[in-house]
């Protein structure tokens, strides 16, 4: 931390990180310096989780949805292999394994950044340390 500016509150007995994105803060106890966890900024509404929820399933949905309402042509490359053909190219047909690994890569993708974002925002203690030894790690290899 020795590239940020602090602001202390002496009443309080308070040290505040001034020049970073997220306002952290920690008291002193008496023996060790505490997090102190602000609940006004911690508290998301109901319209943010919702968007969340619809940015992660939605995506993968459509896609799903699609595939399934539109499936491949009974007269495409997949559908005219015999069961010896299919086995030697390995049982690998794109036109039915394409829309679900699809599928599945979306939901997964839409659920990383959105649990990003929910990390980004509480802060959780255990995610800044490795966000931090992430960084040293980085710096060091520099």
């Known amino acids: 931390f020795c590239r940020h500016i602090f602001t202390a509150d002496l009443d309080k007995q308070r040290v505040q990180v001034v020049d970073g994105s ?3 803060s920690w008291r002193w106890t008496g023996k060790t310096w ?17 968007v969340a929820i619809a940015l992660v399933f939605l995506p993968p949905t459509l896609i799903g ?5 539109f499936p491949p042509m009974p007269n495409s490359y997949c559908t005219n292999l015999s069961p010896w053909d299919l086995l030697q190219s390995g049982g690998i047909c ?6 679900v690994v699809w599928t599945v890569l979306a939901f997964f993708s839409h659920l990383s950044f959105v649990s990003w974002l929910v990390l ?3 802060q959780f203690p255990l995610y800044v340390a490795l966000k931090v030894r992430w960084q040293q790690l980085l710096r060091q290899r520099a």
């Open 34 to 50: 505490k997090a102190t966890h602000r609940r006004e900024d911690l508290d998301l509404t109901w319209e943010i989780w919702l």
């Open 65 to 69: 949805l699609a595939s399934h309402t």
């Open 94 to 99: 794109s036109a039915y394994w394409f829309p």
């Open 22 to 24: 997220q306002p952290l």
């Open 120 to 122: 980004e925002h509480f």
